[in-house]
């Protein structure tokens, strides 16, 4: 089968498993093995694919029929427009997190200092760090892969950040201008209800977020004000049904200034205050 032939047949095979996604994911698993671009099926559809790639081809697809997301079969992911790689240990980079960057960085100023409670993959700090100006940073994460995988993350970018293996702030010291986080926020119980692709293939202790999902908005809420300076800011991603609580906590912590910013879809997703 030429290109477009083994695109086509990735389709079919992939059309139970991603639905609206097969058309998408049958073409990058091909781009992935052929070591082509967007271009070629347009372009070259006519392009011979040998053996080997066909081979590889169909082992990704069957891969992907598992369940098995994508963005770990690739190995990489986009995300604010850098690539990032991704493996198991952390969970895939996600536009709606990208919200939160944005948010973020309405405020950045030249020179800032960033921490990144839970960075898992690092995408949001680095992010952070490469659309500012002279920003330092440090990503914080108990899991020691997922520091390993952002610290490579850094290197593949180019960009100087610093990340250390910690359970919440015990290995954390100095003050921040701002501190981020995506933390854990799915409540135990729905998680069996989460998508297979979720629950099956991603870290569980990455999406826990206890009985009612705030517990680490708690911890945050509570400590974030003792490694932030004067007039620091904190932003949280939330869950959609999440803004009212979280809002209540920061408020309970002393924090001023707090708002609950939506994503495009119109869900919140981003909550916002200063330093007590």
């Known amino acids: 089968m030429n290109y477009r032939e083994n695109y086509e047949n990735g389709i079919k095979i992939l059309k139970d498993i991603s639905k609206d996604e097969a058309v998408l994911e049958s073409r990058l698993l091909l781009e992935?093995?052929?070591?082509?671009?967007?271009n070629t099926l347009f372009a070259h559809p006519d392009r011979e694919v040998s053996s080997d790639e066909e081979t590889r081809f169909t082992e990704l697809l069957r891969e992907r029929a598992t369940g098995r997301p994508i963005q770990y079969?690739?190995?990489?992911w986009d995300?604010?427009?850098l690539e990032f790689n991704v493996n198991p240990s952390t969970l895939i980079p996600r536009q709606d997190t990208e919200t939160l960057v944005e948010e973020v960085m309405k405020y950045l100023k030249d020179g800032s200092e960033i921490l990144d409670m839970c960075t898992g993959s690092g995408c949001i700090l680095l992010s952070l760090l490469h659309y500012s100006n002279?920003?330092?940073g440090v990503g914080a994460d108990i899991n020691p892969r997922a520091v390993s995988l952002a610290r490579e993350n850094a290197a593949k970018l180019g960009i100087e950040a610093e990340f250390v293996e910690s359970d919440m702030f015990e290995s954390i010291s100095g003050k921040f201008d701002f501190i981020v986080s995506n933390p854990p926020y799915i409540e135990s119980a729905t998680i069996e209800t989460l998508d297979c692709k979720v629950k099956e293939f991603e870290p569980v202790a990455a999406l826990d977020g206890g009985e009612d999902g705030l517990v680490f908005y708690r911890i945050l809420c509570n400590e974030c004000g003792k490694y932030l300076k004067v007039g620091g800011?904190?932003?949280?991603e939330i869950g959609y049904n999440q803004g009212e609580s979280v809002k209540n906590l920061l408020q309970d912590a002393g924090f001023r200034d707090i708002r609950i910013v939506s994503d495009l879809a119109g869900l919140p997703r981003v909550a916002?205050?200063?330093?007590?």
């Open 32 to 38: 992935h093995v052929c070591g082509t671009d967007s």
């Open 73 to 76: 079969i690739l190995g990489s």
């Open 79 to 81: 995300f604010m427009g």
């Open 134 to 136: 002279e920003c330092r």
């Open 233 to 236: 800011m904190v932003f949280f």
């Open 272 to 276: 916002i205050a200063t330093a007590p």
